[in-house]
């Protein structure tokens, strides 16, 4: 049984990463209790500094956090990444970038997460994730 | 001056029949994009169609990690596809973005211990370039932690005309 994301839970858990404290990551609840990770507009997750995009490898890693902590948060189980694809829709400026993960389908052994990431306008999606997580309780 | 020193000591060399400027390559792997800069990848090696980079030690690894953080493999797969695509185009202004990335995770990685990759791009078109990545520990390195597969984009050339 899967339960409400709570911002307060994704953060203690973010808390507790230093690599994903590193980046920056933290929820933050919206408008309609809808809860949101938000990557941080910092310097350092820039790719090249002429362009001043956001380096793809930090946004995959935010795509595939983003659906890790969502399952951990509301399961409260271990989720172990066996496969993320991240789709790069258009160059990510440096600027705050709002992730969002679906639950596509919790099983006893896997959950595959979808999520979709962007900045201002929500409609304008910057970059999507699918991921396939292993839950096992024996993990 | 950026250095490049390969494991075993020896500068980083480009490939026989390269046009590509040496320090540019070490510039684009190693400075330019702040991301490794901060994490900090290393070049290890050129090939014709690849490259090799690699991270010593993980600095935003809590002591008791046992593994290293997924995003700083999926970062180090991405990178090192962009770099092996820019190998093969030969040429830095068609060298374009990552549009695609997937991430499989073999087996655990192990925390302390240095992690590199190795890319490959074994197939380019005029639009873009695909690329093979594996994660490995330099002390195993027939022992794959993880694979990669990344999209790169291959500028100057219009949409159709691949």
Same mark, same amino acid.
């Given at each position: 049984?899967?339960?409400?994301?709570?911002? /307060?839970?994704?953060?203690?858990?973010?808390?507790?990463?230093? #690599?994903?404290?590193?980046?920056?990551?933290?929820?933050?609840?919206?408008?309609?209790?809808?809860?949101?990770?938000?990557?941080?507009?910092?310097?350092?997750?820039?790719?090249?500094?002429?362009?001043?995009?956001?380096?793809?490898?930090?946004?995959?890693?935010?795509?595939?956090?983003?659906?890790?902590?969502?399952?951990? &948060?509301?399961? @409260?189980? &271990?989720?172990?990444?066996? @496969?993320?694809?991240? /789709?790069?829709?258009?160059?990510?400026?440096?600027?705050?970038? #709002?992730?969002?993960?679906?639950?596509?389908?919790?099983?006893?052994?896997? &959950?595959?997460?979808?999520?979709? &990431?962007?900045?201002? /306008?929500?409609?304008?999606?910057?970059?999507?994730?699918?991921?396939?997580?292993?839950? /096992?309780?024996?993990? | 001056?950026?250095? *490049?020193?390969?494991?075993?000591?020896?500068?980083?060399?480009?490939? %026989?029949?390269?046009?590509?400027?040496?320090?540019?390559?070490?510039?684009?792997?190693?400075?330019?994009?702040?991301?490794?800069?901060?994490?900090?990848?290393?070049?290890?090696?050129? %090939?014709?169609?690849?490259?090799?980079?690699?991270?010593?030690?993980?600095?935003?690894?809590?002591?008791?990690?046992?593994?290293?953080?997924?995003?700083?493999?999926?970062?180090?797969?991405d990178h090192a596809c962009a770099i092996a695509a820019l190998m093969t185009l030969d040429d830095r202004a068609r060298f374009g973005g990552s549009v695609g990335l997937r991430v499989e995770y073999i087996r655990p990685s192990r925390a302390h211990m240095p992690l590199h990759v190795r890319a490959e791009c074994h197939h380019c078109?005029?639009?873009?370039?695909?690329?093979?990545? %594996?994660?490995?520990?330099?002390? %195993?390195?027939?022992?794959?932690? *993880?694979?990669?597969?990344?999209?790169?984009?291959?500028?100057?050339?219009?949409?159709?005309?691949?």
């Open positions: 049984m899967t339960a409400v994301l709570s911002a /307060d839970r994704v953060n203690e858990l973010v808390a507790n990463d230093p #690599y994903l404290t590193a980046l920056g990551l933290r929820a933050e609840e919206q408008s309609g209790a809808v809860v949101v990770l938000v990557l941080p507009a910092l310097e350092r997750h820039l790719g090249i500094p002429e362009p001043g995009v956001v380096h793809g490898g930090v946004i995959a890693a935010f795509l595939e956090a983003t659906a890790s902590l969502h399952l951990r &948060a509301t399961a @409260e189980s &271990a989720a172990r990444t066996v @496969e993320f694809t991240s /789709d790069f829709l258009r160059p990510v400026p440096l600027a705050p970038t #709002y992730a969002q993960a679906v639950v596509l389908r919790h099983g006893r052994r896997f &959950a595959s997460v979808r999520v979709e &990431a962007w900045q201002a /306008d929500r409609d304008r999606l910057v970059a999507v994730g699918v991921g396939r997580f292993l839950v /096992d309780a024996g993990l | 001056m950026i250095f *490049a020193m390969t494991d075993r000591g020896h500068p980083v060399r480009l490939p %026989e029949g390269s046009s590509l400027d040496l320090d540019m390559i070490r510039d684009v792997a190693m400075v330019s994009n702040w991301a490794h800069r901060t994490l900090g990848t290393r070049l290890l090696g050129l %090939e014709a169609n690849g490259a090799v980079l690699g991270i010593d030690l993980v600095g935003t690894a809590s002591s008791d990690a046992t593994e290293w953080p997924n995003g700083v493999v999926t970062s180090l797969i078109t005029a639009s873009v370039a695909l690329v093979h990545a %594996e994660v490995f520990h330099p002390d %195993e390195p027939a022992i794959v932690v *993880a694979v990669g597969r990344g999209t790169i984009a291959v500028n100057g050339v219009s949409i159709g005309t691949a």
